[in-house]
């Protein structure tokens, strides 16, 4: 039975096929060198990276008329570390125009949440305004993991590659990640459980920064979710539908 990852990777492949590699690059190499996300997440205490998220396959709508760039105030306002934007757009509602908007409106370092299958969404990325994109195990081959990886320090982004496993944790090991996020949410259901972070932790030792990520509803959430020894956490719902999103912030941050 397809998936709903396998529904949205075809969507993907076929978005990335539109997209002109080499017109994405040289849009790319003539932006300003984004501030690093890496050093954004592994300041002392729990950092927040918040996320502009509009709708998702498992949740439906969250906020459709969602406001980009007054929500990346917000957050920044808040003390977030970093922001998260979404830009699949069948999905999860998103577009590459809410990631610029959030750029514009924030100096905070930028995570591209997309499906990265093509070399050309990370300098995509770049050109974007991003400082960061994901990889995401479950859905790279081995050797595409590597090259995606060897491509975003090319292009000087970061990469977070998220894991849902054991074998996935040591699989983005292996191929040199830096930064590992796990995901609570199993990728195939879109079932949540933060036990699935704390039971990964002890198996990332080998990366420079660790982030939880979905899930995390409460300044208790965050609070389990530091104690597992992550570095930050990744919240999106639960800050799209506070009526004070900043306030929410400040309380992960000081769980």
């Known amino acids: 039975m397809t998936s709903i990852l396998d529904t949205i990777l075809t969507d993907t492949r076929a978005r990335a096929a539109r997209l002109d590699a080499r017109a994405v690059r040289e849009r790319a190499e003539r932006q300003v060198r984004p501030r690093s996300f890496l050093d954004a997440l592994i300041r002392p205490g729990l950092g927040v990276v918040a996320e502009v998220k509009r709708r998702s396959p498992s949740r439906g709508a969250i906020d459709l008329g969602l406001d980009p760039a007054l929500q990346a105030r917000r957050y920044t306002a808040g003390g977030a570390v970093a922001i998260s934007v979404l830009t699949e757009p069948v999905h999860f509602g998103g577009s590459d125009a809410d990631l610029e908007a959030v750029a514009a409106a924030t100096g905070r370092p930028i995570l591209r949440k997309d499906f990265t299958v093509d070399e050309a ?120 539908r506070s009526a004070d999103p900043g306030s929410l912030i400040a309380e992960f941050s000081g769980a």
């Not at 977070?160 to 191929?175: M, N």
């Not at 879109?190 to 036990?195: G, P």
């Not at 509803?217 to 570095?231: F, K, L, V």
């Open 121 to 240: 969404q990370v300098w995509e990325a770049r050109a974007l305004g991003a400082a960061a994109v994901l990889l995401i195990v479950a859905a790279v081959t081995p050797r595409e993991l590597r090259r995606f990886l060897d491509v975003a320090d090319n292009a000087h982004v970061d990469a977070i590659v998220e894991v849902h496993s054991a074998d996935e944790a040591r699989a983005a090991l292996e191929a040199g990640a830096r930064i590992i996020g796990v995901n609570n949410r199993d990728l195939a259901t879109f079932e949540v459980d933060l036990a699935v972070a704390e039971s990964i932790a002890p198996l990332l030792d080998g990366c420079d920064a660790r982030v939880a990520e979905s899930g995390i509803w409460s300044p208790e959430d965050a609070q389990r979710m530091g104690d597992a020894g992550y570095d930050a956490v990744l919240v999106g719902e639960a800050l799209v």
